[in-house]
Protein backbone atom coordinates (compact mmCIF):
# COMPACT_ATOMS: atom_id res chain seq x y z
CA UNK A 1 0.00 0.00 0.00
CA UNK A 2 1.27 2.98 -0.59
CA UNK A 3 1.78 6.02 1.65
CA UNK A 4 2.73 9.37 1.42
CA UNK A 5 3.36 11.69 4.26
CA UNK A 6 4.20 15.51 4.24
CA UNK A 7 5.36 17.49 6.68
CA UNK A 8 7.59 21.19 7.45
CA UNK A 9 4.70 23.48 6.22
CA UNK A 10 4.21 26.85 8.52
CA UNK A 11 3.88 30.33 7.82
CA UNK A 12 7.05 32.59 6.71
CA UNK A 13 7.17 36.24 5.57
CA UNK A 14 8.22 37.11 1.99
CA UNK A 15 11.87 36.30 1.37
CA UNK A 16 11.38 33.73 3.63
CA UNK A 17 12.22 30.05 3.54
CA UNK A 18 10.57 26.22 3.99
CA UNK A 19 11.38 22.93 3.66
CA UNK A 20 8.71 20.68 2.93
CA UNK A 21 9.24 16.64 3.30
CA UNK A 22 7.56 13.85 2.15
CA UNK A 23 8.30 10.47 3.61
CA UNK A 24 7.04 7.78 1.25
CA UNK A 25 6.06 4.09 1.66
CA UNK A 26 5.11 0.86 -0.44
CA UNK A 27 6.04 3.04 -3.73
CA UNK A 28 7.42 0.62 -6.50
CA UNK A 29 10.55 1.30 -8.48
CA UNK A 30 10.69 3.53 -10.50
CA UNK A 31 8.95 6.38 -9.53
CA UNK A 32 8.34 9.73 -9.87
CA UNK A 33 7.42 12.35 -7.22
CA UNK A 34 5.66 15.39 -7.70
CA UNK A 35 4.84 18.63 -5.67
CA UNK A 36 1.33 19.89 -6.84
CA UNK A 37 -0.12 23.20 -4.70
CA UNK A 38 -3.68 24.65 -4.15
CA UNK A 39 -4.54 27.68 -3.54
CA UNK A 40 -8.27 28.55 -1.92
CA UNK A 41 -10.61 28.52 -5.13
CA UNK A 42 -7.54 27.34 -7.29
CA UNK A 43 -6.76 24.15 -9.31
CA UNK A 44 -4.35 21.72 -7.92
CA UNK A 45 -1.10 23.31 -9.92
CA UNK A 46 1.96 21.64 -10.77
CA UNK A 47 5.44 22.92 -8.82
CA UNK A 48 7.90 20.68 -9.11
CA UNK A 49 8.95 16.65 -9.91
CA UNK A 50 11.77 14.64 -9.65
CA UNK A 51 12.78 10.36 -10.60
CA UNK A 52 13.47 8.30 -8.02
CA UNK A 53 16.90 8.39 -8.02
CA UNK A 54 17.20 12.10 -8.35
CA UNK A 55 19.20 12.56 -11.54
CA UNK A 56 16.32 14.36 -12.93
CA UNK A 57 13.67 17.16 -11.53
CA UNK A 58 11.82 19.39 -13.60
CA UNK A 59 10.03 22.91 -12.12
CA UNK A 60 7.06 25.13 -12.80
CA UNK A 61 8.45 28.87 -14.31
CA UNK A 62 6.91 30.37 -11.03
CA UNK A 63 9.41 28.75 -8.90
CA UNK A 64 12.10 27.64 -11.18
CA UNK A 65 15.33 29.18 -9.09
CA UNK A 66 13.35 29.51 -5.99
CA UNK A 67 12.40 26.09 -4.87
CA UNK A 68 14.82 23.16 -5.23
CA UNK A 69 13.87 19.07 -4.98
CA UNK A 70 16.02 16.50 -3.63
CA UNK A 71 15.63 12.61 -3.46
CA UNK A 72 17.03 10.02 -0.99
CA UNK A 73 15.71 7.51 -2.75
CA UNK A 74 17.55 4.71 0.32
CA UNK A 75 15.52 6.68 2.52
CA UNK A 76 11.85 7.14 0.12
CA UNK A 77 12.48 10.82 0.77
CA UNK A 78 11.75 13.70 -1.18
CA UNK A 79 12.50 17.08 0.47
CA UNK A 80 11.42 20.85 -1.49
CA UNK A 81 13.46 23.76 -0.36
CA UNK A 82 11.57 27.09 -0.93
CA UNK A 83 13.39 30.35 -0.91
CA UNK A 84 12.23 33.45 -2.17
CA UNK A 85 8.51 32.77 -0.84
CA UNK A 86 6.19 34.99 -2.09
CA UNK A 87 2.67 36.27 -1.05
CA UNK A 88 1.58 33.99 -3.90
CA UNK A 89 3.08 30.63 -3.16
CA UNK A 90 0.43 30.96 -0.19
CA UNK A 91 -1.56 26.82 -0.86
CA UNK A 92 -1.39 23.82 0.53
CA UNK A 93 1.21 21.72 -1.13
CA UNK A 94 1.06 18.17 -1.78
CA UNK A 95 3.36 15.32 -2.66
CA UNK A 96 2.23 12.65 -5.12
CA UNK A 97 3.76 9.99 -7.09
CA UNK A 98 3.20 7.85 -10.37
CA UNK A 99 5.51 5.53 -12.34
CA UNK A 100 7.06 6.41 -15.90
CA UNK A 101 7.97 9.65 -16.53
CA UNK A 102 5.32 11.16 -18.81
CA UNK A 103 2.72 13.65 -18.26
CA UNK A 104 4.72 14.26 -14.94
CA UNK A 105 2.99 18.15 -15.04
CA UNK A 106 -0.40 16.69 -14.71
CA UNK A 107 -2.48 16.34 -11.10
CA UNK A 108 -4.77 13.49 -13.41
CA UNK A 109 -1.66 11.60 -13.47
CA UNK A 110 -0.72 10.84 -10.32
CA UNK A 111 -2.42 8.31 -8.47
CA UNK A 112 -1.41 8.34 -5.29
CA UNK A 113 -1.43 11.45 -3.00
CA UNK A 114 -0.29 12.63 0.48
CA UNK A 115 -2.53 14.82 2.99
CA UNK A 116 -1.47 18.10 2.44
CA UNK A 117 0.53 21.04 4.30
CA UNK A 118 -0.13 24.24 4.16
CA UNK A 119 2.14 27.44 3.69
CA UNK A 120 1.09 30.44 4.24
CA UNK A 121 3.14 33.87 3.13
CA UNK A 122 2.17 37.05 4.75
CA UNK A 123 3.55 40.16 2.73
Known amino acids: QVQLVESGGGSVQAGGSLRLTCEASGVPLPYIMGWFRQAPGKGREFVGA????????EYADSVKGRFTISADNAKYTVVQHMTGLKPEDTAVYYC?????????????????WGQGTQVTVSS
Open 96 to 112: STKSGSGAYGYASSYPY
Open 50 to 57: INWRGNWA
